[in-house]
Each structure stands twice: as structure tokens, then as C-alpha cells.
């Protein structure tokens, strides 16, 4: 750039009034601007840096002039950015993204690069200024706002959040593997002496102690987290023996114990804690948390440092075996047993077609106790048939006062127990009771699980065709925790399978629990049952089942089990889900898929024309949402993204939902990162980044196009055809 003065001739200390001319005065505020600034020619050579621009890049105005911008780039984008830049310099359009710039002394940092153009009035011609901002501030705090959000900053453990969702997934994986889980919390005794009497830096410091004793003491498999305060989570798995389980958790947990040194005292402590076995305690992340937690509870009663087994009954709740099952005893005779019922939607219609009837224990002292509390107390005592019994009778009255009501009927499903189910003269009682009230048996249905009939099979299969005989619905609960195939287990003759809430949970997510539940759904409709998924709890959970032919559903999406006056209510209101599905089925759908909005901004206006409905995701987890919610035929993934690189994200996809498109957006040199992916299929087509905007779009188009010739079925517009 010709410049009037050289930056030497004017002084900082001049006063802008002193500018006689206003070619000087720009020149002055060019180098003082506060945004790096650099111009160049329509080639992108440099013809000019301003002072922040050199700062920025540390480098000085001669080694920069006379070079290409693109020298700018880290060096594995240098040649895509050449690419792109050269695009925007010829179609007179500009362009930016935010990227890594290499600085002359060989460091990085994150800059928004936006390349304009600045028309001269007089003359027409055009001439083209670089704008550098340094945005590696807003990357940090980003990183740091996800660091924060998922770690304890103190111990840098995972916190409690991250820690429930990795128990999730161990849980889902280790039930689909047929291991123990050990579930440890664990407890700081007295930290809060130790803060008042040492400070608290040395109490800090405990906790870090046991942090890093933990981590070096633990496994890779194994889960850790600060659970808050004074409490740790220790989850160890893999196992196929509970008791070895809790073994190694005894001795990782002693071996915390070693007194801390500093500089300047010695400081002792110990650590209590509880444990719960998963499945034998609790089969769900909240129960078996609360297991640990009342093991710990009970183990902190008995005094510092001890370490407390979750017992099934009462045990953890301060009462004696003896005193339990008395309680337990009464409680049956007392009234204080609770129905509560939750309600099962069809998945066609959207209607309440169903309930479950869920026993709850009122207690006069502990509240209102979930089954988990007393249901195995009840088997081991002997109860639970007398349990079942009133459970049965009450689901019973409760139908027959409904019908007197004048609600539509729906039908009551309960729970049956091995010992109630194998009881002789269970059929005929059935009848009985159906008869007594005036209810039909279409009415009632039994829930079993495969525990309950696998044990002496032939007998097993025999009472089921006698209760089917009545015109029971009889359903397989828990579906995928045993480990009998459907095919075997079609022997028996059950309507309805019920897959289990573990697989349900990551169904979005995670590609195994989803071919799962999905191969379930086809395996039963094959053999002609009908299919409910249980814990259902979020829209894109309920969506996906529903894309996949899935009947029925059963979760806190739509209501948690609740009592009989409530379901009244809600009979009454004709209560169901809105089924609608994704307007914009019909409509070619394109997901993108990049941290930096800039990109997904820059794509959308890209293609707005293009006549594409548009989503678009910031992160892998955002994108996987909105393809269980969305019918999508394209995806297009940024490579390089936190938590989940873009390959790894198609891959997904591509088990999740193996019929979309997927293409990655990526530099050059990760090229060799995606051929593993390419290999496998899960990727299309990889574009480029900076990509060039006539081939993006014609990329996209042809990827709308394979999709159409791979579903020919599809209802997809065709909109080229038009
Ligand atoms: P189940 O038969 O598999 O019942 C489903 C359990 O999942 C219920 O727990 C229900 O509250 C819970 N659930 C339902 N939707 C969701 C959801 O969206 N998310 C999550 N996280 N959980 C959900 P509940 O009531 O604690 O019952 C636990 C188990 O106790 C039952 O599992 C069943 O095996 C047993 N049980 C309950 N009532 C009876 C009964 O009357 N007799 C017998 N023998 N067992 C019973
Ligand atoms: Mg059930
Ligand atoms: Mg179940």
C-alpha cells in the first residue's frame, strides 16, 4: 500500500489536529486501531500491518510484506486456506472463519480472521483489509466453562453431574455384560475439626490426598468423583464376584487412610464409607446411590472408619432383621401398603392405554418407602405373597371402582414375584377375584420377569398358559438383564416384552443399547408380541423408539408412578402425549454439526437458498438430540470438536441411524484420521475446510441425491426433479 508517510515520520505524541492531511491522519489511526489490521492486494499479499497486527503475530512489517496472508495459517491449514481465501478474494464476497494463526515466533493462538473488501468510490477498483481479533481469551473460557461444569476445580475429579452420567453408562454396559458393580461412598470423617482446628488449606489439602490416592490406587476402568464436601465416589466393576469386589474396595480404602504430613504438622484421618452392589442391591443409578448412601449412613452409626454393605430390608434404615420383617408384617395388616400406578402410553395413538401398579410402603416413622426397601426383605421373610396378594386385590378394587366411575377402562398390570407366581391354585384365585369384582380379565396383566420363569421351565410354562387361558395380557419385565434369548423365551406364552430401562437410557447415545432395543423390537414383532419400553425419559428417547416400530411406553416423560385419585384424574381428562411427529419430515433435512457458530452461521447462509430444512448443532451430545427428535437424511460434522471428534460422532450416527448421509468437514491433514472412518462407512464424503462454496454446495446436493438412490422407498421431496 502506497502510504503517504512512513509510520517513522508521524509521532505518537502528535495531536490529531496537527494532520493536515487526511491520507496521514488515516494512516496514524490505521496503526493505532485497537483490531489487528492488515491489508492486501486481490493475490492476498500483504501490502500493509498495523501495530496490533504485528504484536499479534510477532513479527515485524518486513517479514510479512510482499508474502501471501495464507502464511498466517497454521501450517495444516495453509493450503485450504489458500483455497478459500483466493474464493473469497475472486467472487468479491470476502470470507473468515475463527482459526489458529501461526505466530513468526512459531506459537498459536485463536484469532476470528475475517478478510472484506473496501470499494474505492472514486476509481470502483476494490481493495481488501484483513481484520485479526485474538479470541484465544473466549476458547479459554469456553474450555474452562466445560472443565468447570463437569470437574470439581479443587480436587479436579469429576464432579457429582459427570460422575451420575459415567455411572449411567458403566451400569448400561455392565448389564448388558452380566458383571457386579460396586458402588463406594465415601466419607471424610470430621473434616470440618480439621478446618477449624488446622485451617482450611490443610483440610484442602486431605482432600486432596485422598483424591490423589484414590486416582493412583484405582484402575482405569474404575469411577472416581467428589461427590461434594467431604464425600468421594468410588465405583469399581469389571467383576464377576460381588464379595471380591468389596474386598479390593476394603483394601483400596484402607490404604487412603495413611496419615498427611506437611512441613508443618502431621495431620490423622480416616474415611467411612458405604457400599451397594449392582444388580443384587439396586439396578438403577439413583437406587443404587441411595443404597451406598444409607450403607454409609449406618456405618458412620457404628463409629469413624468403618465400612458398611448395603442389606437389603430395613437394616439400613437403623432396624434390626427381626424388628423388619415384624414391621413389615404389620405394615400389610395396618394398611400401610401403597398402590401407586404409572401410566403406559401407546406409542400409534398417544393414549394412556395402560398402567403399572407399583407398591409403595407408607411408614409411620420413615416416610413413604420405595419397593427396593422391603421387596426383598418380603421374599426372604416369606411376605411376599401376602404382599402380592394385597396388591393384586387392591389393583383389582381399584379397576372395578374406575369402571363404577364410568372412566374408560384401561388395563392394570402387576407385578407377580417367583414364589407368588409358582403358588398352587394361582390361576383359580385369579378368577376368583376377577369374577367377585366384575372385571374382566382383559383387564389385568401380570409382569414376569425372566428370573421368574427360567427357574424349572416346563412347570413355568404350564401356569402361563393357564393364566393366558383366563384372558390375562401376560408381559416379560426387565427384558435384556437375564441372559435367555426372546427365541427361547417365546416358548412361553407372553404378549408383550418390556425392554428394560438400562437400554432405554442411552438409547440416543449409545449405539449398543440402541441396536439392542432395536433388534428386540424386530426379533419380538417377528414372533408376534408387542413391544413397551420402560423409563422412558426424554422426548428424543420416546421419538427414536417410536421410529422404530416401538409399541408402547412407560416413563417419567410422561408421568412418574402416582396415586389413584391423581390417575383419576387424568383418565378423566383424556391425558396423553402429543404424538406429532417432526413437521418437516417430508423436507430434505441437513444437520450441521460445529463448535464454532460462526461456521454453522456461515454454512446456513450459505445454503439458505438451497431449500433444505436446516439444523444445527454446537456439539456432538446437541446433535444426537436432535436427530432422535428429527427425521435428518444429511449430516455434516466439523472434525475437530471437544468431547467427541467428528469421525467418532459419524460413527455414532452411523449405528444409530445407518440410512443418513454423513459427511465430515475437515483440514487436509487430519485426512489421515478420517480414513479409518471412511474405511468403515461411516463417513460419505469428506469436505475440505475452508471449503469452497460453489463444491460445498454441490457436495450437499449429491449427498441428498445418494440418499434418495439408497432409499428409493423414501418419501423425501425431490426437489431437483422439480
Ligand atoms: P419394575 O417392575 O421394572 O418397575 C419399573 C420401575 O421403574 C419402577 O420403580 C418405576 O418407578 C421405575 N420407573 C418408571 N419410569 C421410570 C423412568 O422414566 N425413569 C426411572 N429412572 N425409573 C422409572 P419402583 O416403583 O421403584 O419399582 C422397582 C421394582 O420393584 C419394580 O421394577 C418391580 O420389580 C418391584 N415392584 C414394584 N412393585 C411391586 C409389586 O407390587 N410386587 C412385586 N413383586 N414387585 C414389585
Ligand atoms: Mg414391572
Ligand atoms: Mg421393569
Same mark, same amino acid.
Given at each position: 500500500?502506497?502510504?503517504?508517510?512512513?509510520?517513522?515520520?508521524?509521532?505518537?505524541?502528535?495531536?490529531?489536529?496537527?494532520?493536515?492531511?487526511?491520507?496521514?491522519?488515516?494512516?496514524?489511526?490505521?496503526?493505532?486501531?485497537?483490531?489487528?489490521?492488515?491489508?492486501?492486494?486481490?493475490? /492476498?499479499?500483504?501490502?500493509?500491518?498495523? *501495530?496490533?497486527?504485528?504484536?499479534?503475530?510477532?513479527?515485524?512489517?518486513?517479514?510479512?510484506?510482499?508474502?501471501?496472508?495464507?502464511?498466517?495459517?497454521?501450517?495444516?491449514?495453509?493450503?485450504?486456506?489458500?483455497?478459500?481465501?483466493?474464493?473469497?478474494?475472486?467472487?468479491?464476497?470476502?470470507?473468515?472463519?475463527?482459526?489458529?494463526?501461526?505466530?513468526?515466533?512459531? *506459537?498459536?493462538?485463536?484469532?476470528?480472521?475475517?478478510?472484506?473488501?473496501?470499494?474505492?468510490?472514486?476509481?470502483?477498483?476494490?481493495?481488501?483489509?484483513?481484520?485479526?481479533?485474538?479470541?484465544?481469551?473466549?476458547?479459554?473460557?469456553?474450555?474452562?466453562?466445560?472443565?468447570?461444569?463437569?470437574?470439581?476445580?479443587? *480436587?479436579?475429579?469429576?464432579?457429582?453431574?459427570?460422575?451420575?452420567?459415567?455411572?449411567?453408562?458403566?451400569?448400561?454396559?455392565?448389564?448388558?455384560?452380566?458383571?457386579?458393580?460396586?458402588?463406594?461412598?465415601?466419607?471424610?470423617?470430621?473434616? !470440618?475439626?480439621?478446618?477449624?482446628?488446622?485451617?482450611?488449606?490443610?483440610?484442602?489439602?486431605?482432600?486432596?490426598?485422598?483424591?490423589?490416592?484414590? !486416582?493412583?490406587?484405582?484402575?482405569?476402568?474404575?469411577?472416581?468423583?467428589?461427590?461434594?464436601?467431604?464425600?468421594?465416589?468410588?465405583?469399581?466393576?469389571?467383576?464377576?464376584?460381588?464379595?471380591?469386589?468389596?474386598?479390593?474396595?476394603?483394601?483400596?480404602?484402607?490404604?487412603?487412610?495413611?496419615?498427611?504430613?506437611?512441613?508443618?504438622?502431621?495431620?490423622?484421618?480416616?474415611?467411612?464409607?458405604?457400599?451397594?452392589?449392582?444388580?443384587?442391591?439396586?439396578?438403577?443409578?439413583?437406587?443404587?446411590?441411595?443404597?451406598?448412601?444409607?450403607?454409609?449412613?449406618?456405618?458412620?452409626?457404628?463409629?469413624?472408619?468403618?465400612?458398611?454393605?448395603?442389606?437389603?430390608?430395613?437394616?439400613?434404615? /437403623?432396624?434390626?432383621?427381626?424388628?423388619?420383617?415384624?414391621?413389615?408384617?404389620?405394615?400389610?395388616?395396618?394398611?400401610?401398603?401403597?398402590?401407586?400406578?404409572?401410566?403406559?402410553?401407546?406409542?400409534?395413538?398417544?393414549?394412556?392405554?395402560?398402567?403399572?401398579?407399583?407398591?409403595?410402603?407408607?411408614?409411620?416413622? !420413615?416416610?413413604?418407602?420405595?419397593?427396593?426397601?422391603?421387596?426383598?426383605?418380603?421374599?426372604?421373610?416369606?411376605?411376599?405373597?401376602?404382599?402380592?396378594?394385597?396388591?393384586?386385590?387392591?389393583?383389582?378394587?381399584?379397576?372395578?371402582?374406575?369402571?363404577?366411575?364410568?372412566?374408560?377402562?384401561?388395563?392394570?398390570?402387576?407385578?407377580?414375584?417367583?414364589?407368588?407366581?409358582?403358588?398352587?391354585?394361582?390361576?383359580?384365585?385369579?378368577?376368583?377375584?376377577?369374577?367377585?369384582? /366384575?372385571?374382566?380379565?382383559?383387564?389385568?396383566?401380570?409382569?414376569?420377569?425372566?428370573?421368574?420363569?427360567? !427357574?424349572?421351565?416346563?412347570?413355568?410354562?404350564?401356569?402361563?398358559?393357564?393364566?393366558?387361558?383366563?384372558?390375562?395380557?401376560?408381559?416379560?419385565?426387565?427384558? /435384556?438383564?437375564?441372559?435367555?434369548?426372546?427365541?427361547?423365551?417365546?416358548?412361553?406364552?407372553?404378549?408383550?416384552?418390556?425392554?428394560?430401562?438400562?437400554?432405554?437410557?442411552?438409547?440416543? *447415545?449409545?449405539?449398543?443399547?440402541?441396536?439392542?432395543?432395536?433388534?428386540?423390537?424386530?426379533?419380538?414383532?417377528?414372533?408376534?408380541?408387542?413391544?413397551?419400553?420402560?423409563?422412558?425419559?426424554?422426548?428424543?428417547?420416546?421419538?427414536?423408539?417410536?421410529?422404530?416400530?416401538?409399541?408402547?411406553?412407560?416413563?417419567?416423560?410422561?408421568?412418574?408412578?402416582?396415586?389413584?385419585?391423581?390417575?383419576?384424574?387424568?383418565?378423566?381428562?383424556?391425558?396423553?402425549?402429543?404424538?406429532?411427529?417432526?413437521?418437516?419430515?417430508?423436507?430434505?433435512?441437513?444437520?450441521?454439526?460445529?463448535?464454532?457458530?460462526?461456521?454453522?452461521?456461515?454454512?446456513?447462509?450459505?445454503?439458505?437458498?438451497?431449500?433444505?430444512?436446516?439444523?444445527?448443532?454446537?456439539?456432538?451430545?446437541?446433535?444426537?438430540?436432535?436427530?432422535?427428535?428429527?427425521?435428518?437424511?444429511?449430516?455434516?460434522?466439523?472434525?475437530?470438536?471437544?468431547?467427541?471428534?467428528?469421525?467418532?460422532?459419524?460413527?455414532?450416527?452411523?449405528?444409530?441411524?445407518?440410512?443418513?448421509?454423513?459427511?465430515?468437514?475437515?483440514?487436509?491433514?487430519?485426512?489421515?484420521?478420517?480414513?479409518?472412518?471412511?474405511?468403515?462407512?461411516?463417513?460419505?464424503?469428506?469436505?475440505?475446510?475452508?471449503?469452497?462454496?460453489?463444491?460445498?454446495?454441490?457436495?450437499?446436493?449429491?449427498?441428498?441425491?445418494?440418499?434418495?438412490?439408497?432409499?428409493?422407498?423414501?418419501?423425501?421431496?425431490?426437489?431437483?426433479?422439480?
Amino acid at each position: 500500500m502506497s502510504s503517504p508517510t512512513t509510520p517513522a515520520q508521524v509521532t505518537d505524541s502528535a495531536g490529531i489536529e496537527q494532520f493536515v492531511d487526511e491520507r496521514q491522519l488515516l494512516h496514524v489511526l490505521m496503526q493505532r486501531s485497537a483490531i489487528g489490521l492488515i491489508v492486501v492486494d486481490t493475490l /492476498g499479499v500483504v501490502e500493509f500491518v498495523n *501495530t496490533l497486527a504485528q504484536t499479534l503475530c510477532a513479527c515485524s512489517p518486513t517479514q510479512l510484506v510482499g508474502k501471501n496472508c495464507v502464511t498466517l495459517f497454521a501450517q495444516d491449514l495453509a493450503s485450504v486456506a489458500n483455497t478459500a481465501l483466493q474464493n473469497g478474494l475472486a467472487n468479491g464476497c470476502g470470507w473468515g472463519m475463527e482459526t489458529m494463526i501461526q505466530r513468526m515466533d512459531g *506459537t498459536q493462538f485463536w484469532c476470528d480472521f475475517q478478510l472484506v473488501p473496501v470499494e474505492d468510490a472514486r476509481t470502483g477498483s476494490t481493495r481488501w483489509c484483513v481484520f485479526l481479533h485474538d479470541i484465544s481469551h473466549l476458547k479459554h473460557a469456553a474450555d474452562k466453562i466445560q472443565h468447570i461444569s463437569s470437574f470439581d476445580q479443587l *480436587t479436579l475429579l469429576p464432579n457429582r453431574a459427570q460422575f451420575l452420567q459415567n455411572l449411567h453408562q458403566l451400569l448400561s454396559s455392565a448389564s448388558a455384560n452380566g458383571d457386579f458393580v460396586l458402588m463406594v461412598w465415601i466419607d471424610v470423617d470430621h473434616l !470440618r475439626t480439621i478446618n477449624d482446628a488446622m485451617g482450611h488449606a490443610v483440610a484442602d489439602q486431605v482432600l486432596l490426598t485422598v483424591a490423589d490416592r484414590m !486416582r493412583e490406587a484405582s484402575r482405569r476402568q474404575d469411577l472416581l468423583a467428589r461427590l461434594g464436601g467431604d464425600e468421594f465416589a468410588l465405583v469399581l466393576s469389571g467383576g464377576t464376584d460381588a464379595q471380591d469386589l468389596r474386598e479390593a474396595a476394603e483394601r483400596l480404602i484402607r490404604n487412603l487412610e495413611v496419615d498427611l504430613v506437611t512441613q508443618a504438622c502431621t495431620v490423622k484421618f480416616s474415611l467411612t464409607a458405604g457400599t451397594a452392589i449392582f444388580p443384587t442391591d439396586a439396578r438403577y443409578v439413583d437406587d443404587l446411590m441411595s443404597c451406598a448412601e444409607m450403607a454409609l449412613r449406618e456405618a458412620k452409626k457404628a463409629g469413624d472408619g468403618g465400612i458398611g454393605h448395603f442389606v437389603t430390608g430395613l437394616g439400613n434404615l /437403623g432396624a434390626s432383621h427381626a424388628q423388619a420383617v415384624a414391621e413389615l408384617r404389620n405394615a400389610i395388616a395396618a394398611g400401610e401398603l401403597r398402590l401407586h400406578y404409572q401410566p403406559q402410553l401407546s406409542l400409534h395413538s398417544g393414549q394412556v392405554i395402560g398402567l403399572e401398579a407399583l407398591v409403595r410402603w407408607q411408614h409411620p416413622t !420413615r416416610g413413604l418407602l420405595a419397593p427396593f426397601h422391603f421387596i426383598a426383605l418380603a421374599e426372604e421373610c416369606g411376605l411376599i405373597i401376602t404382599l402380592g396378594e394385597w396388591v393384586m386385590r387392591t389393583a383389582v378394587q381399584q379397576i372395578r371402582d374406575w369402571r363404577t366411575d364410568g372412566l374408560t377402562p384401561v388395563r392394570v398390570a402387576v407385578n407377580l414375584s417367583a414364589p407368588h407366581f409358582r403358588q398352587k391354585g394361582l390361576p383359580d384365585a385369579i378368577e376368583k377375584l376377577l369374577f367377585d369384582h /366384575g372385571v374382566p380379565a382383559a383387564l389385568l396383566e401380570l409382569e414376569l420377569t425372566e428370573s421368574v420363569m427360567m !427357574r424349572d421351565a416346563e412347570a413355568a410354562i404350564h401356569i402361563v398358559d393357564r393364566l393366558k387361558m383366563l384372558g390375562l395380557r401376560i408381559s416379560l419385565d426387565d427384558f /435384556g438383564t437375564g441372559y435367555s434369548s426372546l427365541a427361547y423365551l417365546s416358548r412361553f406364552a407372553i404378549d408383550v416384552i418390556k425392554i428394560d430401562q438400562s437400554f432405554v437410557a442411552n438409547i440416543t *447415545t449409545n449405539p449398543v443399547n440402541a441396536s439392542i432395543a432395536t433388534a428386540t423390537i424386530a426379533m419380538a414383532h417377528k414372533l408376534g408380541k408387542t413391544v413397551i419400553a420402560e423409563g422412558v425419559e426424554t422426548q428424543g428417547q420416546m421419538t427414536y423408539l417410536r421410529r422404530h416400530e416401538c409399541d408402547e411406553m412407560q416413563g417419567y416423560l410422561f408421568s412418574r408412578p402416582v396415586d389413584a385419585p391423581t390417575i383419576s384424574d387424568m383418565l378423566r381428562s383424556g391425558a396423553g402425549i402429543n404424538l406429532s411427529l417432526d413437521q418437516g419430515e417430508a423436507q430434505m433435512t441437513l444437520l450441521l454439526v460445529d463448535d464454532e457458530p460462526n461456521i454453522l452461521n456461515a454454512l446456513k447462509r450459505l445454503l439458505r437458498r438451497e431449500g433444505y430444512r436446516i439444523l444445527c448443532a454446537e456439539s456432538a451430545a446437541q446433535g444426537l438430540d436432535l436427530l432422535a427428535t428429527h427425521r435428518v437424511h444429511v449430516v455434516i460434522s466439523d472434525q475437530r470438536m471437544p468431547v467427541m471428534t467428528g469421525t467418532e460422532f459419524l460413527s455414532r450416527v452411523k449405528d444409530l441411524y445407518p440410512d443418513t448421509v454423513r459427511l465430515v468437514l475437515s483440514g487436509y491433514s487430519e485426512l489421515e484420521s478420517l480414513t479409518d472412518a471412511i474405511n468403515k462407512g461411516a463417513i460419505y464424503r469428506y469436505i475440505s475446510k475452508p471449503w469452497d462454496d460453489a463444491m460445498f454446495k454441490q457436495d450437499v446436493t449429491q449427498a441428498f441425491r445418494y440418499y434418495r438412490e439408497r432409499n428409493p422407498a423414501s418419501t423425501l421431496n425431490n426437489h431437483e426433479a422439480d
